[in-house]
């Protein structure tokens, strides 16, 4: 996703490349875990992987996946549907699943996005561990992966994923994403 999406994006959103006074990336004074990224024309600021500060509010949604760029953007698509106060991101799988089993059940997300191909621990394995964890069985899963195989939405789709979707190519399909992630956590659909 990182690739194309700066590069179709890169009339619309400059890449994070180098702010006004040095590198794109750089951590916060207040906060040495926290870190902002500098998009062309403004800093982002960044809560540290796996801040769960703000999980208590209805609506969360974790965002797992270990390309730092790829949260960044993501974060970005949130904050511009007006919505960047929703998400936590961790970027790397075996520490979210241990921040996961040590959240107290009201905290909770109620979305988990989860990328399909990471080191250690992959999508499958964590999706097949939430899957069997009785307290998350009301979050829902939507595996965002960059494989278009059908073999990897089956495969997710056996183990309990909720949607299976393609990184988009665009930043405004991503903006359309997070608009569409947000809607479901927003109005979840009803049983009858």
């Given at each position: 996703?990182?690739?194309?999406?700066?590069?179709?994006?890169a009339?619309?959103?400059?890449?994070?490349?180098h702010g006004?006074?040095?590198?794109?990336?750089?951590?916060?004074?207040?906060d040495?875990?926290?870190y902002?990224v500098?998009?062309?024309?403004?800093?982002?600021?960044?809560e540290p992987?796996?801040?769960?500060?703000?999980?208590s509010m209805?609506?969360r949604?974790?965002?797992i996946?270990d390309?730092?760029a790829d949260?960044d953007l993501?974060?970005?698509?949130?904050?511009e549907v007006?919505?960047?106060?929703?998400?936590a991101?961790?970027?790397?799988?075996a520490?979210?699943?241990e921040r996961?089993?040590v959240?107290?059940?009201d905290e909770l997300?109620?979305l988990?996005?989860?990328?399909l191909?990471?080191?250690?621990l992959?999508g499958?394995e964590?999706?097949r561990w939430?899957?069997?964890?009785?307290r998350?069985?009301?979050v829902?899963?939507v595996?965002?992966s960059?494989s278009s195989?059908?073999?990897?939405?089956q495969e997710c789709?056996?183990?309990g994923?909720d949607?299976?979707?393609?990184?988009?190519g665009s930043?405004?399909?991503?903006?359309g994403l997070?608009?569409?992630f947000?809607?479901l956590?927003n109005?979840p659909p009803?049983t009858n």
């Amino acid at each position: 996703m990182e690739g194309a999406v700066r590069s179709a994006a890169a009339g619309r959103l400059p890449t994070p490349q180098h702010g006004p006074r040095g590198p794109a990336r750089e951590r916060s004074c207040n906060d040495p875990r926290s870190y902002r990224v500098w998009f062309g024309h403004r800093w982002v600021y960044r809560e540290p992987d796996g801040a769960y500060s703000r999980l208590s509010m209805p609506g969360r949604i974790l965002f797992i996946d270990d390309n730092a760029a790829d949260c960044d953007l993501f974060g970005l698509a949130m904050e511009e549907v007006g919505e960047g106060q929703r998400l936590a991101t961790e970027c790397n799988a075996a520490k979210a699943v241990e921040r996961l089993k040590v959240t107290a059940d009201d905290e909770l997300p109620s979305l988990i996005l989860l990328d399909l191909n990471m080191p250690q621990l992959n999508g499958k394995e964590v999706l097949r561990w939430i899957r069997s964890q009785s307290r998350l069985s009301g979050v829902r899963v939507v595996m965002f992966s960059t494989s278009s195989r059908p073999a990897d939405e089956q495969e997710c789709r056996r183990l309990g994923a909720d949607d299976y979707v393609v990184k988009p190519g665009s930043y405004d399909q991503l903006v359309g994403l997070a608009r569409r992630f947000t809607d479901l956590v927003n109005h979840p659909p009803t049983t009858n």
